[in-house]
């Protein structure tokens, strides 16, 4: 079956279509084409759209139906790993190395895929994104050793996760739940997750319809945000606090 997507206009200002002509099957798909100018970039976030391609494809954009959400008060962690927190040294940081937690969400193994849709050239758009303060990293460390991380881009005062990946058992969840408890410091409501998995619901993911999660970003990107560096705002988070703040998983 030939797929009949929008192509986007070479102007990286030019409207996106509407969220709600995106195709049912595949899931989300709405246009392709364009580039990943920060223009862009940011014009598709704040409207409910990410991209999302391999190697050797054009550029696709998306705005899946339903939408995976997290809202910041709803990060949940098991018993094993808050007791696995309170026993680490663990600490949680922010944009210390930008570019080593994309590429190490690039090169993590993750089962069912092969290969990864973090090409050089998304690489590369990020990083800028990161250099112009849009972009962020969240880093757990152990020492200055890189053991989880997570990075994403926040408008106003909405965060939308791209990827996260894990060096050591629990890396990815300390990354969430740090990022989760300082966001609801500041708060900022809701972190994006794109597409829902087991692994995500366990950690207290929701799932909303499309026109909910749409609603809900526009007015939190249209609030003042915290552009430029967040290594000093974020600050240093021990994983330990985590496992006495952030409440533990109902198991049914």
């Not at 089962?111 to 990161?130: K, R």
């Not at 990075?151 to 989760?180: H, N, P, T, W």
């Not at 619901?201 to 909910?212: C, F, N, Q, S, Y």
Request: hydrophobic content about 45%.
């Amino acid at each position: 079956m030939t797929l009949r997507l929008p192509l986007l206009d070479a102007d990286p200002a030019s409207p996106f279509p509407p969220a709600e002509s995106a195709l049912r099957e595949p899931d989300g798909l709405l246009a392709m084409g364009g580039d990943l100018s920060p223009a862009r970039l940011l014009n598709a976030y704040a409207h409910g759209i990410f991209p999302w391609f391999s190697q050797g494809q054009p550029i696709l954009w998306w705005s899946p139906d339903p939408r995976t959400l997290f809202r910041c008060n709803g990060v949940r962690l098991s018993s094993r790993t808050r007791r696995q927190f309170r026993g680490s040294g663990w600490r949680i940081v922010a944009d210390r190395d930008f570019d080593a937690v994309v590429d190490a969400c690039a090169t993590a193994p993750r089962p069912g895929q092969d290969g990864t849709w973090i090409t050089p050239g998304m690489q590369a758009a990020y990083s800028e994104l990161h250099r112009l303060g849009h972009a962020h990293s969240i880093e757990v460390r152990d020492g200055e050793r890189l053991v989880g991380g997570l990075y994403g881009v926040a408008i106003g005062r909405m965060f939308f996760g791209e990827s996260m990946f894990s060096a050591e058992s629990g890396g990815s969840k300390a990354a969430l739940a740090g990022l989760a408890w300082r966001l609801r410091e500041w708060e900022w409501p809701l972190i994006d997750a794109q597409v829902g998995n087991p692994h995500l619901a366990m950690l207290g993911a929701e799932v909303w319809p499309r026109p909910r999660f749409l609603a809900a970003i526009a007015g939190l990107c249209a609030q003042p945000g915290k552009s430029g560096s967040w290594a000093e705002g974020f600050g240093v988070l021990p994983a330990s606090t985590l496992a006495r703040a952030i409440p533990a998983r109902r198991v049914a």
